[in-house]
């Protein structure tokens, strides 16, 4: 059954958003007014929207490093993300957290992680929390082929599959952990026949194709929604740019990005495939661009102008009480 | 009033606010145990030193989690269990696997709210057991409780008697904050009178356990009883001391220490742990800060050695600090 | 081939050593004179000994909390092992370590382990260092079914793997980490299926069967000799006593041991086989059987006359210098 | 002579150390780089500091090992390869990460050899990034040095300056024991005179960066250059200071710091770590044991605040102890 033209369109501006947001801050980045360090998700968006089409405020994700594009599928404020990444008063973490530690429990989003396989077990205790509500909703751990090297997700998912917890593991493999191949590191590099080691079921998708994505979620959520427990989504897609902002890349041929952004990009690809299915149409898919384009431009002027936070900031929300 | 031992105390507590707040679950290795097992009993363990014993059969499966042996799992669970709305207890099984899942601990549940901007929290309780005596060698008597005491973000609690574990078992659980909660090992049998029903003991406010003149004693987890044979002990010489009990390091009721040594000018610290970076290093470091022109002689730090715990019966009773060498210190430092 | 009787008897001698090591610590530890916790490894012989039967002093192994067998079968003494658990002077560590951290790094036995998950990375690690100096040895990494959730386990093999170590994982499901069953908490139960989603070679065998074992370890050794990287045997076998002394093993049905003890005995399954087979005769056994007996009397006779470690002891050995 | 960078010292050292000693091996993630990937560049990175840029073509993939994301793994396969005679330095990308891996590190490197009665040494270095500055959040920015220091049976370097990196470094690696590295990546790029060729610095010998008559300040790592930045102000004002890098807190040279203190009599530490059970508690405590009657007045640490490190560039610059904080400071104390 295709989504209806509403949720299609939702679904493009919310991979228009990423796309745009990440490029703009690439550019950004370049004036020194950003701070830290950034990991950007280009290349990757119909990963994260893919999978976040499909849940509400009440589902959780945990995120990683590379966080921002499932920040803005699920929902964050685009602007209050802004303003987090540029380290203001009033970004969504008071400009506390950064790039790497976005957060909004209100969207059902448990943070950006700094610590790759942090994000995991997390989203099994969101699971277990709502197999304990017995609410029906899901939680997923969103990771990279580098993650999947690290014991605290075998772990959660081992957990997952001892509990039945309705949890969704989905690996986003771009090929690269940092400067180093996913078929070096990742050793059978077949992230799903792990997944199925441990006794969930496992697909392989193609991470550019919105449409692969969401089908693969799809069956997910379904079994994990009816008690089926977990299940693992690896998606094969690959990142715009560096592995941080300044990355020179010298681990990657010379034309990769460039022949990437020719095959892999997901907005072409959806684009090519809703209108010729007929399913939308350019000026519609043209229009959100525009919109999205504004939105960028009102978020980059506001974080520009707002106003750092204070030394009375620095002592705060350390604990609730103390 | 009835006679409970430690164990059973923080049972009761745990029992009382699963009961009262349906957000409480509880999971860890063997919590309950049975599960997959041969004899179709459930409950076949309630926890290794049986602390969480009867709650699988009053609670149910939802709530009362075994898990496999996945520390890090363990508390990871808790901490997103606990932002999704939860009020996780999670146990541990000895202080020293603190190793295997410090990320979830130190980088994840004590970092959550700030990194966050104040808009979450994270209520888990770690509940752990802690401390030599039982030959249990290096990697199962170690005495933790600086690594987490130094990590902002984190409280941490260390009962000496079961009346205190259960009323800041009910303060734990319901502390908006993570907690990590030692019990001491060889605590858990160790009775004394404890109330039915529902109390609480606030952090951050130490017990004065005895008062005297002649110097303060600070003493933590175990080594409380241990002051307190030593205390009996110098009675007999007329020498008086104000025992402290700070029954929470994080946050720590460092101004009742000053207070006292405004009286006694003298400070005997008494931790379990080893020395470096120690909680005993801490309380010195705060009175040498705060409280200098209170002291009228060294800070005294009675610890364990710089050395990983040992096994023999004869190395570790000389490893954990004794009654008689707190006496003897003590005798030592009221005469300077 | 089949072994030579010498290596057979051998075999034999080192399992009836374990099993009367440990059948008589399960006496002695009632005397209170064994200090701390300990965990009995009877029941499990043919899979310490199978494995151990094809390596040197220069070959490595990592072991675990249940680690008796282990360190008997890599040929550590027996009587030092004795006095170690007795807490002695004269122990294999000096009174320092007990039965959880007995270690002798000349017999090629990198340590008992008191954390679950702690050797696997270890035992890479020798594999590593075998591997550098291309001399031919090997390590093995002893697990149990509870130690196949530990996130470190999993680190280990797919380090393995992308290293191409000299490495070979042995779990050895005897169905409980502590009082839970592995039908429970090990996803799964398919310890080996999980290797191979690792992307080695893995195979399951009977550990009450020493020949099995043996023939199985036969195989991961000539891999592993021949740069064949990393594999893992997954031994089915059963503990005959608790998890620790003491431990009332309310989670395992009446009869389970008694059970387990006629049919899963693999001394029993050992004399029938050669017996049958011709290739030793019941004499030679019971030969080594009395031989055994006076080693364990002996050994006890030894720790319990010992002298316990002394207040100097205390502080030596932290350091090399420090 | 020639100026080099902590990072170029530090590549130098392992340099020079792989020739000379074919047991010395290097692991951690991305320490060449570029292996699996399609252009075909290995050492694409060297380390994503470039400390080890340049060791995987000299010595070859055997002993150059780049690593999965598996801290747990890295630090135990160094366990395991130098229980096996080698002589491992792991590469631990940040500090922070030692959550990951720290049951490897505090439960067996750091307990083999006296669990094993003194039968087996365990020789690994972890080099590690730490500290605050680069805004990189509340994961990448710790200070986690008293973590390690507390725990008997490890060593722990904090070099302050190229100089010292290198001559740590050599001594490092041929320390028999296991050692925690701390290299702080402000630090990275400052460069001093730094010889050539082969020296050590021995463990457990501060450097006194200065002498003076009124205060001793004992600083840490990257705080040195704070402190000398203060002193520098208050030489216009004739307050002088005796200026102590411990170098290695584990070994800790405490004497130096008694002796200096008799002549004193006030002390100062810094360290950007949070103030609870943090070395800079340490060595206060050490002080107010050892040396109490030398102090003239209480002891000031200066330390970060009991959070976790902020993002925003204003947050984290109040974080960490500035040159104006310690030289109030100073100002204040030498007054009493
Ligand atoms: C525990 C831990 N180890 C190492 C790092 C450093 N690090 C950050 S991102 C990254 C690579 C992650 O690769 P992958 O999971 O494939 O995600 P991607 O960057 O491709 O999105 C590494 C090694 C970290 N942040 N945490
Ligand atoms: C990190 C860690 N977690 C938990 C424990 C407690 N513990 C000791 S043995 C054990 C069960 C191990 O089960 P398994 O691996 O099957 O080995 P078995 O006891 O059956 O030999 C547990 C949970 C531990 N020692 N270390
Ligand atoms: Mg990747
Ligand atoms: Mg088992």
């Known amino acids: ?322 | 009033m009835r006679q409970l031992s430690m164990r059973d105390a923080i049972n009761e507590a745990l029992h009382l606010e699963m009961a009262r707040d349906p957000r409480v679950i509880v999971l860890g290795e063997d919590v309950s145990g049975g599960a997959g097992g041969t004899s179709g009993q459930r409950d076949a363990a309630g926890g290794v030193f049986g602390v969480t014993k009867g709650l699988l059969p009053k609670f149910g499966e939802d709530r009362v989690i075994d898990t496999p042996i996945s520390e890090s799992a363990i508390i990871g669970a808790a901490n997103g269990a606990a932002l999704a709305g939860m009020r996780p207890v999670a146990e541990l099984m000895f202080a020293d696997f603190l190793g295997v899942c410090f990320d979830q601990v130190f980088n994840q549940a004590a970092k959550f709210r700030y990194m966050f901007g104040g808009k979450t929290a994270c209520p888990i309780v770690i509940r752990t057991a802690t401390g030599a005596g039982m030959n249990m060698g290096a990697q199962h008597s170690q005495s933790m409780y600086a690594l987490v005491t130094a990590v902002p973000g984190l409280k941490v609690v260390v009962p000496s008697n079961a009346y205190d574990a259960k009323g800041l078992m009910l303060t734990a659980i319901r502390d908006d904050d993570p907690v990590v909660f030692f019990e001491h090992k060889a605590l858990y049998p160790r009775k004394c009178a404890v109330p039915e029903g529902d109390y609480t003991i606030p952090f951050g406010e130490a017990a004065l356990v005895r008062e005297g003149e002649h110097v303060t004693v600070v003493a933590i987890g175990r080594m409380v009883s241990f002051a307190e044979k030593a205390l009996d002990a110098l009675a007999a010489d007329g020498i008086t001391a104000d025992l402290i009990d700070p029954r929470t390091l994080s946050p720590l009721d460092d101004e009742t220490i000053y207070e006292s040594l405004e009286n006694t000018g003298r400070l005997v610290i008494i931790d379990e742990s080893p020395p470096r970076c120690s909680v005993a290093s801490d309380i010195a470091a705060l009175v040498a800060s705060n409280a200098f022109h209170a002291l009228k002689a060294p800070i005294v730090q009675i610890t364990s050695p710089h050395t990983p715990v040992p096994f023999a019966r004869e190395l570790e009773r000389l490893y954990v600090p004794s009654p008689q060498a707190i006496e003897t210190a003590i005798r030592r430092l009221v005469k300077q």
């Open chain 1, 1 to 322: 059954m295709p989504l209806p033209p509403d949720r299609l369109l939702r679904a493009y501006r919310q991979m228009k958003t990423i796309r745009e947001f990440e490029e703009r801050l690439h550019v950004e980045i370049q004036t020194g007014e950003i701070p830290g360090f950034t990991h950007l998700y280009s290349g990757q968006e119909a990963v994260a929207v893919g999978v976040c089409e499909h849940l509400g405020d009440a589902d959780w994700i945990a995120s990683t490093h590379r966080g921002h594009g499932h920040c803005i599928a699920k929902g964050c404020d685009v602007t209050g993300m802004m303003l987090e990444i540029y380290g203001r008063r009033d970004g969504l973490c008071k400009g506390k957290g950064g790039s790497m530690h976005i957060a909004d429990m209100s969207k059902g989003m448990l943070g950006a992680n700094a610590i790759v396989g942090g994000g995991p077990p997390i989203a099994v205790g969101a699971a277990i929390a709502c197999k304990a509500r017995r609410d029906g909703k899901v939680a997923v751990a969103f990771g990279g082929d580098g993650s999947c090297n690290q014991g605290t997700v075998f772990e959660a998912m081992n957990l997952a599959v001892v509990l039945k917890a309705p949890a969704i593991f989905v690996f986003e493999d771009n090929g690269y952990s940092e400067h180093t191949g996913a078929d070096y590191a990742v050793g059978s590099r077949d992230i799903a026949g792990r997944a199925r080691g441990f006794g969930m079921p496992a697909e392989t998708c193609d991470g550019s194709d919105f449409f692969a994505v969401h089908a693969a979620m799809a069956r997910a959520l379904e079994l994990a929604r009816n008690g089926g427990g977990p299940s693992t989504i690896e998606a094969k897609t690959t990142r715009f740019f560096g592995h941080f902002e300044g990355d020179p890349m010298l681990y990657r041929a010379k034309d990769e990005v460039a022949r990437h952004r020719e095959t892999m990009d997901c907005l072409r690809i959806f684009r090519a495939r809703v209108t010729t299915e007929g399913l939308l149409d350019d000026a519609a898919l043209d229009a959100v661009d525009a919109e999205v384009m504004g939105l960028i431009d009102r978020s980059v002027a506001a974080a520009r102008s707002a106003a750092p936070p204070t030394a009375a900031d620095l002592l705060t929300d350390v604990y609730v009480s103390y």
